[in-house]
Structures are given as C-alpha cells and as structure tokens.
Nanobody, 129 residues
Framework: QVQLVESGGGLVQAGGSLRLSCVAS????????MGWFRQTPGKEREFAAA????????GYADSVKGRFTISRDSAKNTVYLQMNSVKPEDTAVYYC??????????????????????WGQGTQVTVSS
C-alpha cells in the first residue's frame, strides 16, 4: 500500500510559478499511474494533470493545459506539478493520487478520480490577484 505526501503549496501572485511535489512510499513507484486533482470549498474534486506509470504519457485538463506540467522522478519516488502563469482560479487544495497498474497498462493515463485508490492529504495553493 502506498502513502503519498504532498508539499510545495503556498501563496503566489497571479502570473507567478509554484512547484508541487508528492513523495510516494510503501509501494513500487513504477507500478503506479499518478495524478493531481484540485478542490475548492463546495465543489467536487477536479482533475488537473496525470502521468502514466511508465512516465511516457501525460494528460491535462483544458483549464491548465499549456501552463502546468506533470513529471515524475523514479529515483526519488516523486511526482511533480510545475505550475506556471498561475491565475486566481487556480486557488484550491491540490491532491496527489496514485492508481496501481499492471505492466500492460503502464502507458495509460487516468483522468477520473474514481480510478485512483490512494490519496495524499492535500496542499493549499492560493493565488492572489
């Protein structure tokens, strides 16, 4: 069973950058497709970005495409979310998630929160205008 711990959240001005990190422990990192989701009060958790277990494929929500970049470092068991040109509407709690995958699906990207069985505690990102 994998445990996920996010870090890197904080307060940033609109147009600035922030990098979120998520360290995974307790599992074989390469066997997990990873995703970043975000949630604001009163709203459902929303997909932001995802990366396949192999790291070869990525996917993004339209709202962050071209501004956010997801990546993973297998040596550090860490997945990152580089957030550039942030906007006030990016303000949310950001959650890291992991989905255990078999080798034959290691190149797939998962967009639905229902596909992820493991979640971190979240890190707050606040973008000021």
């Amino acid at each position: 069973q994998v445990q996920l711990v996010e870090s890197g959240g904080g307060l940033v001005q609109a147009g600035g950058s922030l990098r979120l990190s998520c360290v995974a422990s307790g599992g074989s990192f390469g066997r997990y497709a990873m995703g970043w989701f975000r949630q604001t009060p009163g709203k459902e958790r929303e997909f932001a970005a995802a990366i396949s277990g192999s790291g070869s494929n990525t996917g993004y929500a339209d709202s962050v495409k071209g501004r956010f970049t997801i990546s993973r470092d297998s040596a550090k068991n860490t997945v990152y979310l580089q957030m550039n040109s942030v906007k006030p509407e990016d303000t949310a709690v950001y959650y890291c998630a992991a989905n255990s995958v078999h080798y034959f699906s290691e190149n797939l990207v998962y967009y639905s929160a229902d596909r992820y069985g493991y979640w971190g505690q979240g890190t707050q990102v606040t973008v000021s205008s």
